[in-house]
């Protein structure tokens, strides 16, 4: 077996180090070592976006990055998104707007959002529609999400 | 794409008398589900946990020889290596499956793992429990098994020929109730008839006849199956499961394990998802076995491409549909043969889809023979509106053919033959009050109908659906606290926000804020006995149950205040949480003081509640969508689509709405892209989200919803499930509008780009 | 998934004296959107991933109005749309950049990776190939170039020899009156893999009507990305008329040889070719024109 490697990363704000083999990937490690479940295995190739989570500020699928590729970089996941002021506003608006029905798809389309928002804080629904078109939901028919997205967008400008 | 015209969401007609029913509440699991610290199937971690894995066949269709195990065995990190020979004899026992009725179990253990035969690709054949999953895969290259490769049979109808190869050389067709006298694929042939079609067909001006075909589907649920078993060296066995009943779940596993059902615990997790594909056990009891062997919990978790290879698709089908109608578009008679794929084992959803197939129309003269078939393809698993949309979309394209023979509109012909209260449907049981008539009348006066359709290669497209839906047996448990909140524990896993329609229902009764009662959906020896979340009953049945708790626990504070007042029960009235006298002495109290009062006088308040409705009422949904095919290469965009459906009554709207979006969007799926598509080897070649192409959001415009409410006089609150009936129409509503755009009828799903390419080729 | 070793190498010798040790045991890990899930998936063995994001040549994404552009082999293609004066120049790569994935894979995922995968229906590799991009390939001997027409082979392979990587691509400046696009046909409007690609490019006499140099390049046609010379030739010298057009398509359909699979059969693929060489025409004049 190869010997496992050391990774130094930013994970949700805290500096963080782990071991890992290289075959695992980044979303093993943030779910079988680190504890971080929420980001989903929904396909485990890229597929689904339901391990979404933003790597140095660009949104990536954690499933198809390694574990040993972050040493060194940031790494933000739903579980970080909470702040002390309590959820933020595309959390709410996603329940506002019962964007979520299973709610597997929901912390990967959250971070989607997110980044999609600090790029394009007045994004339309097409948009929305063509950023989060790697985030597969088979509950909602997207309507809602589509929804919860633009409503957020008032709330984050003024958080602003 | 279709601009954001409808931002605002509909508002649905609310009667004044409901406080809590009819609003839009923030649902009780949505804080955990939105911050990721809701647990679903693969969340569970325990300590000393180990990984299972699962062999499964490269062949379609194969003995197995033998199989050996002993080098998995021996690698480092393996603990346990299991195959079907760890499992019990099945016997001649049977297994309940819920919503699917009860089953043979010899062939669900089969199916759960090949005992002598693997009869689809990826049959799971053997499995092993490692110290990380990585191991417990190399673990599984390393069993070798001898297979003696079988041609495989992978479509219906050439699996009903009498010289096709058999996938079972013990089945015989039960023929209209007989035992044939040779062993076939066809597992049954069942018929409905009423009236005379003779006579139907002579009445008709116009008679049409056509086939029809689905190819095979996936539910396509983001969250793969997982479960995780603790056996202990007592003999109790703990589940963690994410499945759509921890009770079938158990009855399943005690089953297959021949254990004691007082033994196994059932602890559902958050699921991601099942339309039906989370019913059957697929790891659950390989994760039992396994613990069992390594004794540590073990954790069977598939990916993406197991879960395609390996659960429930809904069945392909074949339909041969005849209808004839007269001049004034009145239909006189409907002859059909439907022919629906099993998969590897018996038991497709046929019987369903005759029972739905005309059920939104009054046809006097209709015979419909049903076949179930086995084929070499995955054991097939409830699909939202199981078996409806097969035989509906057949229907409800040959409908939209009159109408252009007839110069007929979509709406009126379905007004005209639309089912009534006390029709009789084609399996001789007349139809409770429904809202057919209803639903359509709200189709054709909405502002997408009325609003005309412009510009080249668009065409707009009509279809009608009818969903049977479910009663079955929920349970509840609601104990009053100190506090005046309520804690209710349920048993049906909720995988759309039903901890919340469940629980509206009795802050209702108790006219409480439905933010003061506390919903949990429970393990198995926690709350009585639940049927699936399946059948869109978990609202209308289990909320059934929420309901007579609310009415029990009045009754109790009812008696409690009377008690302190030192009056007749009858003469304390609650409403709006607040407990007063009818004597005209004008004492009250709040609901919460009478709760802390009783509390601190260890009185308990609550309530265990069981029901088995029956009186579920049928769900009807019409749609209305605009297309618009690019002729050179075929692709359709979906430019409007408005769904319109009774819901009875809409207890929380935005997941009434979500139910009904969710559903259009899979029956576009189903009626565009989605297929599985096997090779000549009948080994399936795109079991990955890449090439099973389910629509994103860039596929498709906002679903503008109405919901119509004609209560079910069946249920308290008038609710009819409404979870599955959005899911029938949009096929035949796609390809009307895909023949009205461009002048082209497709009977074969999906309608690929492809495949319209080569009708427009044909057709020029 | 197997086990492999991880090196992420900060220097090109590094990297090539890593795979001099390990040979064809060795892959070169850009955004890891093929590579890593071949691995899993058991479709690629590998004992040494070599992680080139970290050498600078690997990562160069720079314009010179001389030499034209750099693009190192590991540069993700959100890099390249973001960057506004390069996407302006080079139209037709830009296409292929925006519809390559999702946002997430193309987040990750490079021309470099994409044309190393060496996929016959590759959206990148239309796309260079109508620009004329060369690879830049380093090995032990030093440094070579290729033409990106020339670097695949057959499905999954291609000219690198085992303890060689691909650096970077280099891509002429555009000329005057120059325009580019490609596109390709999936059922769904992204996250597909193509059924037919198409990449284009139309350099026009200062009349903006006749053609002076054409290249159309198709993707899923054939065991490797194609360049149609024989499209090219009906365009060159002539008014880029419908019949001229007509012309190409033909030429386009001709050249396809397809197979049947289960993303469209041959006769469909065919049929997409001629439909996507002239709407890449249609497009491709339409930014000349705007040049």
Redesign the interface.
């Known amino acids: 077996?190869?010997?496992k490697?050391h990774v130094a990363a930013t994970i949700n704000g805290e500096p963080v180090e782990f071991l890992c083999?290289?075959?695992?990937?980044l979303l093993e490690v943030l779910?079988?070592e680190l504890?971080?479940?929420?980001?989903?295995?929904?396909?485990?190739?890229?597929?689904?976006?339901?391990c979404?989570v933003i790597?140095d500020g660009?949104?990536?699928?954690a499933c198809?990055?390694?574990g040993?590729?972050v040493?060194g970089c940031t790494v933000e996941?739903?579980?970080g998104?909470?702040g002390s002021e309590g959820?933020h506003p595309l959390?709410q608006t996603?329940?506002?707007?019962?964007a979520?029905?299973?709610?597997?798809?929901?912390?990967g389309f959250?971070m989607?959002g997110k980044?999609?928002l600090e790029k394009n804080p007045q994004a339309?629904?097409?948009d929305?529609?063509?950023?989060?078109?790697?985030?597969?939901?088979?509950?909602?028919?997207?309507?809602?999400?589509?929804?919860a997205i633009?409503d957020a967008e008032p709330q984050l400008e003024v958080k602003k | 794409m279709n601009p954001t015209q409808t931002l605002e969401p509909v508002e649905t007609e609310v009667e004044k008398k409901y406080k809590v029913i009819g609003t839009r509440p923030i649902r009780h699991d949505g804080v955990d589900k939105v911050t990721g610290r809701a647990v679903y199937g693969a969340d569970v971690q325990l300590p000393g946990m180990l990984h299972g894995k699962v062999l499964r066949s490269p062949h379609a269709h194969a003995l197995i020889k033998s199989i050996d195990t002993e080098k998995a065995e021996a690698l480092y990190g393996v603990k346990a290596v299991m195959t079907a020979a760890d499992f019990p004899d099945a016997g001649s026992r049977t297994a309940n499956l819920g919503e699917l009725g009860e089953v043979p179990l010899k062939p669900m253990c089969d199916n759960v793992m090949a005992s002598d035969k693997a009869v689809y690709h990826g049959h799971a054949v053997a499995a092993v429990a490692a110290t990380s999953p990585h191991i417990a895969e190399e673990a599984l290259k390393l069993i070798e098994v001898d297979y003696e490769v079988l041609p495989p049979v992978m479509d219906v109808l050439k699996a009903m020929d009498e010289d096709s190869p058999l996938l079972h050389e013990d089945l015989y067709t039960d023929e209209l109730g007989e035992k044939s006298s040779r062993p076939s694929n066809v597992a049954s042939h069942s018929r409905h008839v009423k009236g005379d079609l003779g006579e139907g067909f002579a009445a008709a001006d116009h008679v049409l006849e056509r086939e029809y075909r689905c190819a095979t589907v996936h539910q396509g649920y983001i969250e793969p199956h997982a479960a995780t078993a603790m056996w202990n060296p007592d003999g109790y066995l703990t589940m963690w499961v994410t499945t759509q009943g921890a009770f079938a779940v158990r009855t399943s596993v005690h089953q297959i394990l021949d254990i004691p059902v007082s033994r196994l615990k059932v602890i559902p997790t958050e699921i991601g998802g099942g339309f039906g594909g989370k019913i059957p056990v697929y790891g659950e009891p390989v994760a039992a076995v396994l613990s069992r062997k390594a004794r540590r919990p073990v954790k069977v978790v598939m990916d993406r491409t197991e879960v395609f290879l390996a659960t429930g698709p809904t069945s392909g089908s074949y339909v041969k549909l005849k209808m004839g109608v007269t001049n004034q578009g009145r239909i006189t008679a409907a002859e059909t043969m439907l022919a629906y794929e099993a998969g590897g084992y018996p038991g497709s959803i046929v019987a369903l889809g005759g029972i739905c197939m005309f059920a939104p129309y009054n046809i006097d003269n209709t015979t419909i023979d049903m076949y179930d078939v086995v084929v070499n393809k995955p054991k097939t698993a409830a699909y939202r509106a199981p078996g409806a949309p097969n035989s509906e979309f057949a229907v409800e394209c040959m409908l939209d053919e009159f109408c252009q023979i007839l110069d007929m509109d979509p709406m009126e012909i379905r007004l005209k033959n639309g089912a009534k209260e006390g029709d009789i449907q084609s399996h001789g049981i007349p139809h409770p009050r429904i809202g057919c008539i209803e639903t359509t009348e709200a189709a054709r006066d909405c502002e997408h109908y009325r609003t005309p359709l412009e510009g080249p290669n668009r065409g707009r497209g009509v279809a009608s659906g009818y969903w049977v839906n479910a009663g079955l047996t929920s349970s509840v448990t609601a104990r009053l606290n100190g506090d005046g909140t309520v804690t209710l524990q349920e048993g049906s896993t909720d995988i759309g926000g039903t901890r919340t329609s469940i629980a509206m229902q009795l802050a209702e009764v108790l006219g409480i804020p439905v933010e003061d009662v506390v919903p949990s959906v429970v393990d198995t020896d926690s709350v009585g006995y639940t049927e699936v979340t399946g059948g869109s009953r978990v609202t209308f049945a289990t909320g059934w149950a929420a309901y007579n708790a609310g009415q029990a626990i009045k009754s109790q504070l009812i008696e409690q205040a009377a008690e302190v007042w030192k009056v007749d029960k009858d003469q304390v009235s609650l409403a709006d949480g607040v407990l007063a006298t009818t004597n005209g002495d004008s004492r009250s109290m709040t609901l919460k003081e009478l709760a802390a009062d009783l509390s601190q006088k260890g009185i308990d308040v609550g309530s265990r509640e069981t029901v088995t409705p029956q009186n579920h009422g049928g769900a009807y949904a019409t749609h209305v969508v605009d297309v618009e095919v690019d002729p050179d290469t075929g692709k359709v965009t979906i430019l409007r689509y408005t769904a319109v459906q009774d819901a009875g009554r809409a207890i929380h709207p935005s997941y009434v709405e979500g139910q009904m979006q969710g559903g259009v969007v899979q029956g576009i799926g189903w009626a565009l892209n989605e297929e599985y598509f096997y090779n000549e080897d009948g080994l399936l070649m795109n079991a990955s989200f890449l090439d099973y192409r389910m629509p994103t959001s860039l596929d498709l415009p906002m679903i503008e919803t109405i919901i119509v409410e004609v209560p079910n006089p069946g249920h308290p609150y008038g609710v009819r499930g409404v979870g599955e009936v959005p899911i029938v129409p949009p096929q035949a509503a796609i390809s009307n509008a895909i023949a009205r755009a461009v002048g082209v009828r497709l009977g074969d799903l999906p309608m690929s780009p492809q495949a319209v390419v080569k009708a427009l080729s044909a057709k020029s | 998934m197997q086990a492999f070793d991880y090196v992420a190498p900060k220097s090109l010798s590094e990297a090539v004296s890593l795979l001099e040790q390990k040979g064809e045991r060795a892959r070169v890990l850009s955004g890891g959107t093929d590579l890593i899930v071949q691995v899993r998936e058991n479709r690629r063995d590998v004992d040494l991933i070599v992680d080139g994001k970290k050498i600078a040549e690997l990562m160069e994404l720079s314009f010179d109005s001389q030499s034209g552009l750099t693009l190192g082999a590991c540069v993700p293609c959100v890099r390249f749309y973001e960057d506004a004066r390069i996407s302006q120049l080079y139209p037709g790569l830009n296409d292929a950049a925006l519809l390559i994935g999702g946002t997430q894979i193309q987040n990750r995922a490079s021309f470099g990776g994409n044309l190393c995968n060496s996929s016959p229906a590759a959206d990148s590799i239309p796309a260079l190939i109508a620009h004329s991009a060369v690879c830049l390939i380093a090995g032990s001997g030093g440094t070579h170039t290729v033409p990106v027409e020339e670097f695949c082979t057959a499905p999954g392979r291609n000219v690198l020899g085992p303890k060689e990587l691909l650096v970077s691509f280099h891509v002429p400046p555009p000329p005057r009156n120059f325009g580019a696009h490609y596109l390709r046909f999936i059922p769904r409007n992204e996250m597909d893999i193509a059924v037919v690609g198409c990449g284009a490019s139309l350099e026009m006499e200062s009349d903006g009507r006749t053609v002076k140099k054409a290249r159309v390049s198709l993707g899923a046609v054939a065991p490797t990305p194609l360049l149609v010379a024989e499209a090219a030739a009906a365009l060159e010298g002539r008014e880029l008329d419908d019949d001229a057009i007509e012309k190409a398509a033909a030429a386009a359909r001709a050249a396809a040889r397809p197979i049947t699979d289960m993303r469209g059969t041959e006769e469909y693929r065919v049929h997409l070719a001629g439909v996507l060489t002239r709407r890449a025409l249609e497009k491709s004049l339409e930014r000349a024109k705007e040049d």
């Open positions: 077996m190869a010997s490697v083999e290289p075959r695992q990937s779910r079988d504890k971080l479940t929420g980001s989903k295995e929904g396909c485990n190739n890229g597929n689904c976006g339901a979404s790597l660009l949104l990536v699928d198809i990055v390694l040993a590729e040493d996941t739903i579980e998104l909470m959820l959390q996603f329940l506002e707007n019962a979520l029905q299973c709610g597997i798809c929901t912390p959250i989607a980044a999609l339309s629904e097409g929305i529609r063509h950023w989060c078109a790697g985030n597969l939901c088979r509950c909602t028919g997207y309507d809602k999400i589509v929804r633009l």
